[in-house]
């Protein structure tokens, strides 16, 4: 079992879990993520990792009340645990593994939409304590959905918030904000990395290219098994099927047909979806973990 040292609403239907799990905690890098069961009968939830501290072998999560399994969460409090939580799962950040010397050399830029704001903070925060500067975008519909305003202000080299509606910060979408820093502001940027809702992070890539910025994009939003064998996280990066499971959940935005990627998502959603889809794309409609054989 693992226990919940800290529960908090951040805002509606958004949750954030501080869990006890010293194993994942000690091996955990930003970009990766979890597998949470509450009991065991009940779904496997991939979420991805946003924050970790070594020290006292802490995992934080942050769920969004979606489904069956997610609206069970809502009820949990400090001193509850959950049942499973495996992981780190799925490949780091590809800044983990660059020298900082040369990271520090960069312009970074992170654009972060809705739940993806957590996700992004602890890339940001590695970014800072290895003394990298980013600046960073965080996006939602309305001032009382923003989430991790403060935490991030804190690593993050420029904050900029944008509400699509206008009630704080700059008013409209991320990507506006995007072009407005480089066209109009003088801001120039080596690569960006965008997480998100699936629309956004189409339309970031979009903007990115237009100005000729290379982008990452974390596919995590269309992740349900977590180890490639549902078939749910299939996508084509450059032409070449892929699971953003077990090959990522990070891509390069560009390459992403992010089209095929919503409209099976879409699919997926029922029973006779996932039929079809299995008959379609038949051997390559999963892809196993890679290490058991089932992708055999």
Not at 8 to 33: D, M, S, W
Not at 59 to 68: R, S
Not at 125 to 138: F, N, P, Q, S, T
Not at 267 to 292: F, N, P, S, V
Request: charged share 25%; hydrophobic share 35%; aromatic share 8%.
């Amino acid at each position: 079992m693992f226990k919940i040292l800290r529960a908090e609403e951040l805002t509606t239907n958004i949750y954030l879990f501080e869990v006890e799990a010293k194993r994942v905690a000690k091996a955990c890098q930003p970009g990766q993520f979890v597998i949470v069961r509450m009991n065991e009968d009940s779904e496997r939830i991939p979420l991805t990792i946003s924050d970790y501290d070594r020290e006292k072998g802490t995992i934080t999560i942050v769920v969004q009340t979606v489904g069956a399994g997610t609206w069970m969460m809502r009820d949990l409090k400090a001193g509850d645990s959950f049942h499973d939580f495996v992981g780190p799962l799925g490949k780091p950040s590809e800044f983990v593994a660059e020298d900082p010397e040369e990271l520090k050399k960069k312009k970074i830029i992170f654009v972060a939409g809705g739940l993806g704001t957590a996700p992004v903070y602890p890339q940001v925060k590695w970014l800072h304590e290895h003394g990298v500067d980013a600046d960073v975008i965080i996006g939602a519909k309305t001032k009382d959905l923003l989430i991790y305003e403060d935490d991030m202000s804190k690593v993050a080299g420029n904050l900029y918030v944008t509400t699509d509606d206008g009630s704080y910060g700059r008013s409209g979408m991320v990507t506006q904000t995007l072009k407005d820093l480089v066209e109009k502001e003088g801001k120039s940027y080596d690569v960006c990395v965008a997480i998100g809702p699936m629309i956004m992070m189409k339309f970031v890539c979009l903007t990115t290219k237009e100005l000729n910025i290379p982008t990452i994009v974390s596919m995590n939003p269309i992740m349900v098994d977590g180890t490639g064998m549902c078939g749910a996280c299939r996508l084509t990066v450059g032409g070449e099927v892929k699971f953003a499971c077990v090959d990522g959940p990070e891509f390069d935005g560009h390459l992403v047909d992010f089209d095929q990627a919503m409209k099976r998502q879409m699919i997926y959603k029922t029973a006779e979806g996932r039929a079809l889809l299995k008959e379609q794309e038949g051997d390559t409609h999963h892809g196993g973990c890679g290490h058991c054989g089932g992708d055999k």
